[in-house]
């Protein structure tokens, strides 16, 4: 798939030597030079870090000669030990003897080249996304960690799922695993795999009562569905989920797979009518228009160009690497594994087709009138036949909609403008009830009737990101994930350290500065940023600049995660406000 790993053979290549050192290389790595006094690591702008060899110091300074043959002379404490060779490319960065960010950042980067991109570190997995098709995944490697410790076997999210699925039948518990990581950084992809080891170790392979799969067929080819219709290309990542999903997979008292079910969560509905430059609409626009069903095409009355539709053509409207006629097949095929019949099927592709015409309806203002009409109807009449309405109800809607006032319906006029945003908030309406109706319809089909025991949950979230323009969905995804990451560290680092306590381990608590609860708080407390957006989204005359001046009566210089945008060109400049997140500062433009 597009930004991460594809195919799901590759059992005839040797997956070793993407997750192990071999003998010959841990011979090599202990025949280099090594002093447990001497051999350090030291900063560096380009590098990071340099190995080096301390060559003489002082009570608060260190000469080392480095790697690159240069003598620096630096602060004691800007001097890292180094590791003997014997933890060349350790499995787990956790059994160190030093354990600091160079050698952890040196152990990762060094099983990098070698494409090992799963390592542990203590209680996690750490991945690396390598942009490219390993040999690690299928039937024959899900084999090696089938019932093997974590121990036993190298670094592999198969280990991680194995242990979890292992647990759960020991210990009679659910589990959960959550896959966190910056957009882009391969969740997605990871998610796929962790589904497909639980489909295969769990799977009875026989078919299904509903649809034309078996059920492990059926949980995997829920993706390919759920990826047209709510993945894009961001300037990240082509391939990035716009939406959250926690996946259940459930089992029954014996192991065997007995359903799954699937919650969604913030869908990005603004990408369905505007994307930023080298950006794009949800994949599932330009599979239909990728001429690859002609008769497809002529049914929705369209013509086989995204260009021709305002709504998909703001940003790019092709990926590299990425076939949309290869992969509307995919996703069409998906549909029939999941039971869906053809007209259900039919219906979801009209939906869409008049979603994409419904960005092209044009209107005019009606001379020394407030009022717009449309301006011609043949948009109009395209949008209507293929979502079963009425075109003159619809245009009504549109141009004069009903109004509750008091216990009374009038009528209220509308301008270009106010038509314009009507019409936008009805195609981003339909798509996201769309998208909600085809998770609760492939829960329905996931759905056995089998005795289920236990579930095994896997979250994948919209990963953190810093946009040029970032919207109010960007900051429910930036804020989601921040308190993901609170959970996180809770859980590393604090419960961690109470354990010990609570063990009589010696111990002095060390606090890492990573408490999220300031930039959680001025998101959520009362009168914090969404409790003003929504009493600003009451008042009949709130606008940008008055959410815009309650922000800033409430939180300027009184939150240190709230800060006046930079003046000057680019964003900064376009922006309300800034807000100070764990992993970088986001600024925000927001419309109440």
């Not at 015409?357 to 009409?373: L, T």
């Amino acid at each position: 798939m597009p930004g991460g790993y594809k195919g799901e053979c590759g059992d005839d290549v040797d997956p070793m030597p993407f997750l192990a050192p071999s003998e010959k290389e841990k011979i090599e790595a202990m025949s280099k030079p090594y002093d447990i006094k001497k051999s350090c690591w030291v900063k560096d702008e380009k590098e990071g870090f340099l190995a080096g060899e301390i060559q003489s110091e002082t009570d608060t300074q260190v000469t080392v000669k480095t790697v690159t043959n240069q003598t620096v002379t630096v602060k004691k404490d800007d001097v890292q030990q180094m590791n003997p060779p014997k933890f060349y490319q350790v499995n787990d960065m956790a059994n160190m003897t030093f354990l600091n960010e160079a050698s952890v950042l040196d152990n990762l980067r060094q099983r990098y080249v070698m494409m090992r991109i799963y390592t542990y570190s203590g209680l996690f997995c750490v991945t690396i996304n390598p942009y490219k098709w390993l040999p690690i995944y299928g039937g024959r490697v899900a084999q090696m960690f089938k019932g093997k410790k974590r121990t036993e076997v190298p670094p592999h999210l198969f280990s991680i799922s194995d242990n979890a699925y292992h647990d759960m039948l020991m210990d009679r518990e659910n589990q959960s695993m959550l896959i966190t990581g910056e957009s882009g950084a391969g969740k997605t992809e990871n998610t796929k795999k962790v589904i497909q080891y639980f489909a295969n170790i769990g799977g009875t392979g026989k078919a299904s009562a509903q649809g034309q799969g078996s059920l492990e067929d059926q949980i995997v080819q829920a993706n390919p569905v759920l990826e047209a219709f709510g993945n894009a290309k961001t300037t990240r990542n082509n391939n990035s989920s716009r939406f959250g999903k926690f996946i259940r997979i459930h089992f029954g008292s014996t192991g065997k797979l007995a359903g799954a079910d699937i919650e969604s969560y913030l869908l990005e509905k603004s990408r369905v009518i505007s994307q930023q430059p080298a950006e794009r609409g949800y994949h599932i626009f330009y599979q239909l228009l990728s001429n690859k069903k002609p008769d497809l095409v002529g049914s929705l009355l369209c013509v086989p160009d995204p260009k021709e539709y305002h709504w998909m053509s703001q940003g790019v409207i092709q990926v590299e690497n990425l076939d949309d006629g290869e992969e509307l097949l995919l996703t069409d095929v998906a549909f029939d594994v999941l039971g869906f019949t053809g007209e259900e099927k039919n219906s979801v592709y009209k939906l869409t087709g008049g979603i994409m015409h419904f960005g092209n309806m044009k209107f005019k203002q009606k001379p020394r009138e407030e009022q717009a009409e449309v301006d011609t109807t043949e948009v109009a009449d395209k949008v209507a036949h293929l979502m079963g309405l009425n075109s003159g109800d619809l245009q009504k809607g549109i141009t004069r909609p009903r109004v509750k006032v008091g216990n009374e319906f009038v009528q209220k006029g509308q301008n270009m403008d106010q038509c314009q945003n009507s019409v936008g908030a009805l195609g981003k309406a339909v798509y996201d009830k769309m998208f909600k109706w085809l998770v609760v319809r492939i829960n329905k089909t996931l759905d056995t009737k089998m005795q289920r025991q236990f579930f095994i949950g896997v979250l994948d979230i919209a990963g953190f990101e810093i946009f040029e323009f970032n919207s109010f969905e960007q900051l429910c995804i930036n804020f989601t994930n921040e308190k993901l990451q609170q959970f996180f560290n809770h859980h590393m680092f604090v419960l961690e350290q109470e354990e010990y306590k609570r063990e009589g381990i010696d111990w002095v608590f060390i606090d890492f500065g990573l408490d999220l609860q300031a930039c959680i708080e001025l998101l959520e407390k009362p009168m914090g940023i969404f409790s003003i957006l929504e009493e600003q989204c009451v008042f009949p005359k709130a606008s940008d600049a008055t959410f815009k001046a309650a922000l800033y009566d409430n939180h300027l210089g009184k939150s240190p995660n709230f800060l006046k945008p930079k003046g000057g060109k680019g964003k900064g400049a376009e922006a309300h406000f800034e807000l100070v997140h764990y992993a970088g500062t986001v600024s925000t433009k927001q419309e109440a």
